[in-house]
């Protein structure tokens, strides 16, 4: 027997001539259990090696070495690079295939501009909002900081992981779904340049100062001196970038 989300089945069950019984059954929604669909772990595989640059930022896709790769069709292939176009992760060429997007110096400005308004505002508002434990779950992820940029044990990937554990925890606590949505989409573009920064040289010690800034604001529950301070994080990592 199928069952379809949202519909009733009623069975009438013969015992014997005289007597019956009426059992009716609720279908499940088959979509609760539906598995990821395919082209979203595609997209997944194919965000990884663009954020890690296997796949580097003006290269063409190779559909069909990646679909023999990942043992696949080329139609959820396809319907993973529509998924990577619309983050702003690949640029789709007519006639000419798909490629890992370039992010010009105005794409990037543009980029970090928005961030800043977003992330300075979500700032202001975990300032003058957030629980004592909302704040100290941040100094829990500051101090991680401080620990992955100590100099006797640098990971500059593990600080940029645990910098951004800490910027979308203090979006959650700000709590605007909407503004998440539209930082994480941000982010997913500024991550295409992201080793530009991670190459300055003093950049990590640069970055964890600025955090360190704007720990202390929040310890004060200073509104309008958080937004300064993550607007001063975003200006001063876009130069980096750069």
């Not at 992010?103 to 979500?122: G, I, K, Q």
């Not at 951004?164 to 909407?178: C, G, P, S, V, Y």
């Not at 997913?188 to 530009?196: E, F, T």
Request: hydrophobic share 45%; with cysteine.
């Amino acid at each position: 027997m199928k069952f379809l989300g949202g519909l009733k089945f009623t069975l009438f069950i013969i015992i014997d001539a005289k007597n019956s019984c009426q059992l009716t059954i609720i279908g499940m929604a088959a979509l609760s259990l539906a598995p990821r669909a395919l082209y979203e772990e595609v997209a997944e595989l194919l965000r990884q090696r663009i954020f890690s640059r296997e796949l580097e930022p003006g290269s063409w896709i190779d559909e069909l070495k990646i679909a023999q790769d990942y043992g696949i069709s080329r139609t959820p292939l396809r319907e993973a690079l529509k998924v990577l176009a619309a983050e702003g992760l690949v640029t789709m060429k007519v006639r000419r295939g798909a490629y890992v997007t370039e992010v010009s110096e105005t794409d990037l400005a543009d980029v970090y501009h928005l961030l800043s308004l977003l992330e300075s505002d979500a700032a202001g508002v975990v300032a003058s909002q957030a629980s004592a434990q909302e704040l100290a779950d941040l100094q829990v992820l500051h101090q991680a900081l401080e620990q992955a940029a100590a100099p006797e044990q640098l990971d500059r990937e593990r600080f940029f992981q645990i910098n951004e554990q800490f910027h979308m925890r203090l979006l959650d606590i700000a709590n605007n779904r909407w503004r998440n949505q539209m930082v994480a989409d941000l982010r997913k573009v500024m991550k295409l340049n992201r080793h530009n920064s991670l190459l300055k040289s003093g950049r990590i010690m640069e970055s964890l100062n600025e955090h360190r800034a704007l720990m202390s604001a929040l310890a004060q529950r200073d509104p309008s001196q958080c937004r300064q301070r993550m607007q001063e994080h975003f200006a001063n990592g876009l130069e980096a970038a750069n």
